[in-house]
């Protein structure tokens, strides 16, 4: 940076150079939760990194996010009674603040359609021989988190052969199934359907995704 005045012997300019060690650099943070789904005041393992003074918060508060500024890494166990968003939020000395946010998921005690929905361009993917078939890879649950019925989803016209843990299900368009009634919803879904008319294997004519509902539900003592 150079700074000009004129003084009585006329102008004079003068750089001033900033040290490397001062130019700004931007806050960062990594936030992650696991799992995502829960039942009601089960344990969720949080874990961060941050660089810049960093504060956690939850909306709604929770007593165990006491405030105050961070260490640059760490983890914690919260355990949250209702869907609670848990926000990581950085700032530093002249550069831009950052921040992170991670959802946690509580299961009510009346079972909740959570849809399972896989995308056509996942790896999983494939088609063949009128078929058209993904993985659903269901990670953010608890174990203790289990199924009370699968069922397609609203306003889907597809007919679903459905397999998770071991088990098999047919399911028609408006139809729902207890098959999978007290397996973990953790887990990989398979999902296939047949073609309907006019759908084509490598075609843009094919869906988007596939997706199926899965009702999960806790009992009041916490265990599904």
Same mark, same amino acid.
């Given at each position: 940076m150079v700074s000009l005045w004129k003084s009585s012997v006329g102008t004079v300019a003068l750089a001033l150079?900033?040290?490397?060690s001062l130019v700004a650099c931007s806050a960062h943070v990594e936030l992650q939760a696991s799992p995502h789904y829960i039942c009601a005041g089960q344990p969720v393992q949080l874990s961060w990194t941050?660089?810049?003074? %960093?504060? /956690? &918060?939850?909306? =709604?508060?929770?007593?165990?996010?006491?405030?105050?500024?961070?260490?640059?890494? %760490?983890? /914690? &166990?919260?355990? =949250?009674?209702?869907s609670t968003e848990i926000e990581l939020h950085a700032t530093r000395w002249l550069?831009?603040?950052?921040?992170?946010v991670q959802t946690i998921h509580v299961i009510p005690e009346q079972a909740k359609a959570e849809p399972l929905t896989v995308s056509l361009a996942d790896s999983s993917a494939g088609c063949a021989e009128g078929r058209v078939?993904?993985?659903?890879h269901a990670q953010r649950f608890a174990t203790s988190v289990k199924v009370s019925v699968v069922a397609t989803h609203v306003g889907d016209s597809r007919t679903y052969d459905v397999q998770h843990d071991g088990a098999h299900v047919t399911l028609a368009p408006g139809t729902t199934s207890a098959d999978f009634a007290g397996q973990p919803v953790v887990g990989d879904w398979v999902l296939s359907s047949p073609l309907l008319p006019g759908e084509a294997c490598g075609t843009p004519t094919l869906p988007r995704n596939l997706v199926v509902d899965v009702y999960a539900q806790c009992s009041p003592e916490g265990q599904p």
């Open positions: 150079a900033l040290s490397p941050v660089t810049g003074v %960093g504060t /956690m &918060t939850s909306r =709604p508060p929770l007593a165990s996010l006491a405030g105050g500024q961070l260490a640059s890494q %760490g983890q /914690m &166990t919260v355990a =949250p009674t209702e550069g831009k603040p950052a921040s992170s078939w993904a993985t659903v």
